[in-house]
Nanobody, 118 residues
Framework: QVQLVESGGGLVQPGGSLTLSCAASGSMIRIYTMNWYRQTPGKQRELVASITRDSITTYTDSVKGRFTISRDNAKNTMYLQMNSLKPEDTAVYYC????????????WGRGTQVTVSS
């Protein structure tokens, strides 16, 4: 069984910063691309940022220059450094990883709430 567990969410004032973590555990052979998604009530889940195993990164336009995705392959952990947070960044943030366990599949965490409010 593979588990992805997010942490680091919380309440922050506009302009503040948070760092999210996503730790993968279980019977994994290799973790390929990892992603951060976010979702607000009534809206579709949105891809925020992606990082390949070789640390090639992509971002949705609304977070470019403010968010930084990174990973530590030795620790099977991914991070999202979020700076200059805005109220519109409020959402549940989910991590997703494409993982080879003998077969390849996408695995999701349960999410962590980020609230940006004064």
């Amino acid at each position: 069984q593979v588990q992805l567990v997010e942490s680091g969410g919380g309440l922050v004032q506009p302009g503040g910063s948070l760092t999210l973590s996503c730790a993968a555990s279980g019977s994994m052979i290799r973790i390929y691309t990892m992603n951060w998604y976010r979702q607000t009530p009534g809206k579709q889940r949105e891809l925020v940022a992606s990082i390949t195993r070789d640390s090639i990164t992509t971002y949705t336009d609304s977070v470019k220059g403010r968010f930084t995705i990174s990973r530590d392959n030795a620790k099977n952990t991914m991070y999202l450094q979020m700076n200059s947070l805005k109220p519109e960044d409020t959402a549940v943030y989910y991590c997703m990883g494409t993982i080879f366990t003998g077969g390849i599949d996408n695995y999701w965490g349960r999410g962590t709430q980020v609230t940006v409010s004064s």
